[in-house]
């Protein structure tokens, strides 16, 4: 097994009301199942991290990202597959019709576009010890403060 953590991008997608898009995994995924979650994924060989960000969101959603505001975290994790990953989450802009993402079929179920008072929905089928898209989310929503958003 690799010891090098496997690199991750994550994008917060914002709207103009300050929410940001969350989708729920389909219940069959290996890591974690049923679980709401950000946009993002891999960085393939040869990609950056801002490469495999604008990569993701265009396959997770159909939408291309018009801006990327800033980095809002770098997070270490584990997955159940026992591989170490580090994932550099984004908040971000897109182009796009906001009310018709395009979900990968097999993938992810359902989105929503969360507002900072629901936060806890992302605890929902998760390990009560995990709360790392919770964390991922608070980073986020306190970037939107930052930022006058």
Known sequence: MPTEPLRCAGALIVDDDGR?????RSPDRVIFPNCWDIVGG???????VEEALRREVTEETGWS????LGQVGEHRWSGD???????????VRVDGDLARPRLEVGRHTEFR???EEEIALLDEHRDVNDGLIRRIAENGFAALHSIGL
């Open 81 to 91: 597959d026992g591989r170490d990953r580090l994932e550099t989450d984004f908040l």
């Open 113 to 115: 576009w969360l507002a």
């Open 20 to 24: 940001i898009f969350i989708q729920r």
């Open 42 to 48: 891999h960085v393939e060989p040869g990609e950056s």
């Open 65 to 68: 990202i018009s801006h990327v």
